[in-house]
């Protein structure tokens, strides 16, 4: 099994940046796809973004295209999510998953992280 830890939230106001980093135990991470979700309270998990095994193609909810940016690090088991031009509904807590093979922008991960807290203030 594959185990991820978020870390990297906080609070931060509109406008500003944030990077979330998701660091893997697996140290065969370059064949896992990587992905990122956010869920705030009383809502939904939505896919936020999502990187493959070679660190492309990657996808994006429409939310935040143009202003996150997922990336990964092999050499390092790492995967960030830049965060940037943050707005409050952009709070929630973030989780990053992995997957075999390809990636993809849903929910269908298999490793779970247990999540960082992002809140941003108006």
């Known amino acids: 099994q594959v185990q991820l830890v978020e870390s990297g939230g906080g609070l931060v106001q509109t406008g500003g940046s944030l990077r979330l980093s998701c660091a893997a135990s697996?140290?065969?991470?370059?064949?896992?796809?990587v992905g990122w979700f956010r869920q705030a309270p009383g809502q939904e998990r939505d896919f936020v973004a999502a990187?493959?095994?070679?660190?492309?193609?990657?996808y994006y909810a429409d939310s935040v295209k143009g202003r996150f940016t997922i990336s990964r690090d092999n050499t390092k088991n790492t995967a960030d999510l830049q965060m940037n031009s943050l707005k409050p509904e952009d709070t929630a807590v973030y989780y990053c998953?992995?997957?075999?093979?390809?990636?993809?922008?849903?929910?269908?991960?298999?490793?779970w992280g247990p999540g960082t807290q992002v809140t941003v203030s108006s």
């Open positions: 998953a992995a997957r075999w093979s390809y990636a993809v922008p849903s929910l269908d991960y298999t490793y």
């Open positions: 697996e140290r065969t991470f370059s064949n896992y796809a």
């Open positions: 990187i493959s095994r070679r660190g492309g193609p990657t």
